[in-house]
């Protein structure tokens, strides 16, 4: 009985990577082992079929047709509003608006919200371990508005230096725009408090979903931020589809982004009457057939229950840091005591390209590079790292088979 | 160099050498060893101006010119794509703009190195092919102009 009930709380590895066809396939003649899943996640079949069975069944523009078609497919789209309010904890659908992902979210909110409200002197604060994403958009407006954009320093350990962060603040911080997890090095930052000090000035805060969306329990109204952005393709889902979240009185009282169809509910030569949130900022026909794919993403997370899979991510993480730490020569970039599933690490005399290059060779897929966060290779005085990021389907098996290619490699290369 | 050879006969010799090898692992190793044979290159060339920019590694190309022939030089930061530095040079090194502006290159495709001229972004390799024949190009120019 017992013995049962433990087993319920692990996750059945195997049964799980049984779902994701693309992990029995073969590179380089060996067994594909994927772990650049920061990047994007490998997609299992309920969401292929998903797909597959929206184009095959019921593909139709959405809310404006009368038929069976539109209907059905209306109801899928937005049935996926609903998935995402209840993945992030939205207080309301209308809060849910859909974007191509991440990015095209925060450049959303940069191009209504900043231009609204950022004017001359003021300051934006963002931090040093940033995505590009979410320091560019932030970069143009500055220089638009003439407005100045602050960072936040890190610690050798990849920590923010929140002391720092609070000496930054003041009465012109008009926003924060902070990464929720850092793609280069897996902290984990301590968004709650982040957020906290900032509303005690008066600035709005944007947190970037990307990373953390997959691995962590995301409660935008526990978490008080006022935007939230990610991606469904790092969920599991499809590419080209992502969330921007924001609080209902931000978003109803910001401009519109884009104009065309569907953002609208009355037009003349004269004029446009704008429609309600969310379809205010959803111009033209949506991504319709990803986004529903979505949902069948979402559920599937959801049904297998995140804290099983952050639990044996920790596992996947703890064992990889610990045959790491063994290996002479290579350095882990990125020692947060909060972390997820990621680890960063460059070897001493050896390009990471070049390891990437010959661990590709035994079929393991890593990212190496600046991982689009060239600042925090900067602060790290580094050209670059490899990274290693775990999801659910990956194995303690698959990151000895990584060690060992490991080994082999920089063996080859010194 | 290839003085003797015309490029077509030393991209003919290169796939002839990778056939010889029936893994992967064989031919990288044998590319690693070709890029830590290459001379470095030295440290007053490795300026901005000739530095051809990649997304992850960089590579410094410089290019002289001798009886009507182009002679480069290379290095990179990685030892993989110096190593296939090291072929570009093997080929193209010693012969004339004409030649290097029209060399195919399909040596590349036909050892299994494609991958590294992709538009990934993930090196200067395929940046570095453009140089070379760019700088052909700029010798073809020139001693057209000033004959």
Request: net charge negative; with cysteine; glycine share 6%.
């Amino acid at each position: 009985m017992i013995k049962s009930v433990a087993i319920q709380n692990e996750l059945d590895v195997n049964a799980i990577r049984r779902q994701f066809p693309v992990l029995s396939r073969k590179v380089k003649g060996k067994p594909l082992i994927y772990f650049d899943n920061a990047a994007t996640a490998q997609k299992p079949q309920v969401v292929i079929d998903a797909l597959v069975n929206y184009y095959t069944g019921y593909n139709a523009n959405i809310h404006r047709g009368i038929h069976t078609l539109a209907e059905e497919a209306t109801a899928a789209y937005e049935a996926t509003r609903d998935a995402v309010t209840g993945f992030i904890n939205a207080s309301t659908r209308e809060e849910v608006i859909f974007t191509r992902g991440t990015t095209e979210g925060i450049n959303l909110v940069a191009y209504t919200w900043g231009r609204q409200n950022v004017k001359a002197g003021d300051e934006i604060i963002i931090s040093t371990i940033e995505h590009h994403s979410n320091i560019v958009p932030w970069q143009i407006l500055c220089e638009e508005k003439k407005a100045v954009l602050k960072v936040i320093p890190v610690s050798d350990s990849g920590e923010l230096l929140m002391g720092e962060y609070e000496k930054l603040l003041n009465e012109k911080t008009k926003l924060v725009s902070i990464v929720h997890v850092s793609n280069a090095l897996g902290t984990v930052n301590p968004v709650k408090q982040i957020i906290e000090l900032a509303h005690k000035k008066g600035a709005v805060v944007f947190v970037d979903g990307a990373q953390s969306s997959v691995h962590l329990d995301i409660d935008v109204q526990d978490m008080d931020c006022d935007f939230f952005a990610f991606s469904s393709h790092k969920v599991y889902g499809p590419t080209g589809i992502g969330v921007l979240w924001g609080k209902k009185n931000l978003l109803e009282t910001m401009p519109v982004f884009q104009g065309g169809g569907e953002m609208i509910k009355e037009v003349t030569f004269q004029g446009t009457i704008f429609n309600d949130l969310p379809y205010k900022y959803e111009a033209g026909t949506p991504n319709i057939a990803d986004t529903i794919a979505f949902k069948a993403a979402l559920d599937f997370v959801s049904e297998i229950g995140k804290e099983k899979i952050r639990k044996h991510e920790d596992e996947l993480l703890a064992h990889a840091t610990m045959q790491l730490e063994q290996i002479p020569g290579l350095t882990i970039i990125g020692r947060a005591k909060e972390k997820t599933s990621l680890v960063s690490f460059i070897v001493d005399k050896v390009h990471p390209q070049d390891l990437g290059i010959l661990l590709d060779n035994r079929g393991i897929a890593v990212r190496t590079g600046h991982h689009c966060a060239q600042p925090c290779m900067i602060r790290f005085d580094i050209p670059g790292t490899v990274r290693a990021s775990f999801a659910m389907y990956n194995t303690r098996e698959e990151i000895d088979e990584l060690i060992t290619g490991l080994k082999k490699a920089i063996k080859t290369l010194s | 160099m290839s003085e003797n050879k015309t490029i077509q006969e030393t991209e003919k010799e290169i796939v002839e050498e990778f056939s010889l090898f029936d893994s992967w692992d064989d031919k990288y190793e044998y590319i690693i060893d070709l890029g830590k044979k290459l001379p470095p290159l030295e440290n007053e060339f490795k300026k901005d101006e000739n530095r051809v920019r990649g997304c992850q590694s960089t590579v410094w190309l410089v290019a002289d010119h001798k009886n009507g022939k182009v002679f480069y030089k290379a290095e990179s930061d990685a030892v993989i794509v110096k190593g296939l530095i090291s072929l570009l040079i093997r080929v193209l090194s010693g012969h004339t703009p004409d030649e290097i502006i029209n060399a195919k290159l399909d040596f590349i495709q036909q050892i299994g190195m494609t991958t590294h001229l992709a538009q990934t972004r993930s090196n200067g390799l395929l940046a570095m092919v453009k140089q070379m024949k760019n700088y052909a190009l700029a010798y073809k120019i020139k001693s057209s102009t000033s004959a």
